[in-house]
């Protein structure tokens, strides 16, 4: 990798990988494009980019001579039922666009995809790599194409596209937004603040999940594997944890004993529903050596200690 580029730069993950590229290879070496204005503790280079619009993107590419894109820009599930339509716009073209720019500049891209190519049909338990995918939310629909979108432009013009499944994600620096696994993180959030949380999905919605560290570690992994290793080029099963609320709830109150947790399930109910409860990434670790480090214990005293940090309430 020598200039690297990050779309959806002010997202969850964008916003902790650029800290980590930045570390890596030189704040000089790393660029940063979101539709959204910087928040101020992003530094380095960043410039708002619609990554539908293909020339914006082939300016930043050309001005600063891009080989590699970590391709993050996307809505996700719960804003993309509301949105439909600029959720296949920005999903499905701007993954587009940077397939196109990908194989008319040579670069490398990381494109993530999700537990959403799943659907009600798929199997809920130890989901394989290779199953049913009948998602009935437009993000997965999205995701299911844009997979299939970038093995074909390995297959045809030999870009060299790579791709993980990521579970929920847990974090404490960019708070997620728009995702049906957005409780994962809100509950940390509520119970340090307000030791109450009204949850939108039950206590028995289990879901595959991972922290941040591990979510950055994945992306990186991939990238550096030999192309040899690298043999799916749909995208990988990855996961870390599976828990359900009722269990992360038991782990808080480790820590906070009178942390209460309330259920509202609404709509997002039926979108977990849709998707696995463990899944099965065992050609992940076979292939480029997949590891996770962070399991539910480790997760939730790391968010706690860090958000208490964060929050001031220490
Ligand atoms: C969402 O909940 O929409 C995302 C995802 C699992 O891809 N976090």
């Known amino acids: 990798m020598k200039r690297i580029l990050i779309t959806g730069v002010h997202g969850q993950i964008g916003s902790e990988l650029i800290e980590e590229l930045q570390n890596r290879y030189g704040m000089e070496n790393v660029v940063g494009v979101d539709i959204k204005e910087r928040p101020s503790p992003t530094s380095g280079i960043c410039e708002i980019v619609d990554v539908s619009h293909k020339t914006g993107i082939q300016n930043i590419i050309e001005k600063y001579n891009i080989d590699t894109v970590f391709h993050l820009a996307s809505l996700l599930s719960v804003k993309g039922e509301k949105k439909p339509d600029l959720a296949w716009d920005v999903n499905m073209n701007g993954l587009k666009n940077i397939l196109d720019l990908a194989r008319d500049y040579t670069m490398k891209v990381f494109w993530p995809s999700s537990i959403a190519v799943f659907g009600p049909n798929s199997p809920k338990k130890n989901t394989p790599q290779s199953t049913v995918l009948d998602p009935n939310t437009m993000y997965g629909i999205t995701k299911v194409a844009g997979e299939l979108l970038c093995n074909y432009y390995f297959e045809k013009f030999a870009v060299d596209v790579r791709s993980v499944r990521y579970p929920g994600i847990i974090s404490y620096k960019t708070e997620p937004g728009g995702g049906t696994t957005d409780y994962a993180v809100e509950i940390f959030l509520e119970a340090v603040k307000k030791k109450e949380y009204t949850c939108f999905v039950g206590p028995e919605t289990r879901l595959p999940m991972m922290y941040m560290?591990?979510?950055?570690?994945?992306?990186?992994?991939?990238m550096q594997a030999e192309v040899s290793q690298v043999k799916i080029r749909t995208s990988y099963n990855l996961?870390?944890?599976?828990?359900?609320?009722?269990?992360?709830?038991?782990?808080?109150?480790?820590y906070i004993p009178e942390?209460?947790?309330?259920?509202?399930?609404?709509?997002?109910?039926?979108?977990?529903?849709?998707?696995p409860q463990?899944?099965?990434?065992?050609?992940?670790?076979q292939d480029w050596n997949w590891e996770h480090r962070y399991d539910l214990s480790s997760i939730v005293?790391?968010?706690?200690?860090?958000l208490s940090e964060r929050l001031n309430y220490v």
């Open 213 to 222: 560290t591990d979510a950055i570690k994945a992306a990186l992994d991939i």
């Open 301 to 306: 005293k790391d968010m706690l200690v860090k």
């Open 259 to 275: 942390f209460t947790c309330h259920y509202a399930p609404d709509f997002r109910q039926n979108i977990a529903n849709s998707w």
């Open 278 to 285: 463990v899944i099965d990434d065992s050609e992940a670790r």
């Open 239 to 254: 996961t870390a944890v599976s828990f359900s609320v009722a269990e992360l709830v038991i782990e808080i109150k480790k």
